[in-house]
């Protein structure tokens, strides 16, 4: 894959990422794309999850859970503080 392409998929927001990768799951199970173009496609699409994940994981490291006082809120702590 071209590092053009690979820059494009770094730059995408994780909606982008996903909606693109939803299209090219679509195409390859139509059968419809030669190939050539199929395995194209495929190998995006895997550079598209990635990205996916990789964002997943990164709002998952940046969730917090409220730490209650009273039934107040007073503060907020790692939600898995590794």
Not at 9 to 21: G, T, V
Request: glycine share 6%; charged share 30%.
């Amino acid at each position: 894959m071209a590092d053009s392409s690979v820059d494009d998929i770094r730059a995408m927001s994780f909606e982008a990422a996903l909606k693109e990768l939803e299209t090219i799951v679509q195409k390859l199970e139509s059968g419809q794309a030669p190939l050539a173009e199929s395995i194209a496609i495929y190998e995006r699409g895997d550079a598209l999850k990635a990205h996916c994940e990789a964002l997943l994981k990164e709002a998952e490291m940046k969730i917090e859970k409220i730490t209650l006082r009273g039934g107040q809120a007073v503060g907020t702590e790692p939600l898995d503080p590794q």
